[in-house]
């Protein structure tokens, strides 16, 4: 029989703390991308990856891992599997011969123009039991949590 410290509370319930129903909320927001965003061989960190480069041009990894949020093993793996399958391309940074710049590909980009609109519904479905208000609040706190 395990013990209990004195004056421990017993009324601890994994599903209702915070990390739990965070990673249940991003277990369904993942499978909801899987299934909408219309490519099953792009993940969510590869599309973050593919639509920042859209925006930015090109980047160096380390630039881009901090864009998106990704640890540099993280997206040391996606921009490995983005470049071999030739979604993206590296070019010596003329300024600087140590590092590398990423780019997309014409490829990479057909692909992302492809997908972005999908995002947009990947984001309507995740967000679908929040009414109007409720969702500009939940976002607004996710905000701020990060």
């Known amino acids: 029989m395990v013990r209990l410290a004195p004056g421990a509370k017993t009324d601890y319930r994994v599903e209702e ?9 991003h277990q369904r ?8 965003i219309g490519a099953t061989d792009v993940t969510p960190t590869q599309f ?24 540099r093993a993280t ?5 490995r599997r983005l470049s071999e399958r030739g979604l ?6 003329p300024n600087d011969r140590r590092r590398t710049m ?10 992302i123009d492809r997908l972005v609109p999908n995002g947009f519904k990947v984001s309507e479905a995740i967000l679908a039991p929040l009414g109007p208000g ?9 905000r701020r949590l990060t």
């Open 102 to 111: 990423l780019s997309l590909s014409p490829e990479g980009r057909a692909l």
């Open 134 to 142: 409720e969702r500009r609040s939940f976002l607004s706190l996710l």
């Open 29 to 36: 927001a993942t499978a909801i991308f899987l299934e909408r």
């Open 48 to 71: 973050a990856a593919l639509v920042k480069l859209r925006d930015e041009g090109s980047l160096s990894q380390n630039h881009l891992g901090r864009l998106t949020a990704m640890d």
């Open 88 to 93: 993206i391309e590296r070019v010596g940074d």
């Open 75 to 79: 997206i040391l793996g996606v921009t």
């Open 17 to 25: 703390q915070v990390g739990h129903l965070l990673r249940r909320a």
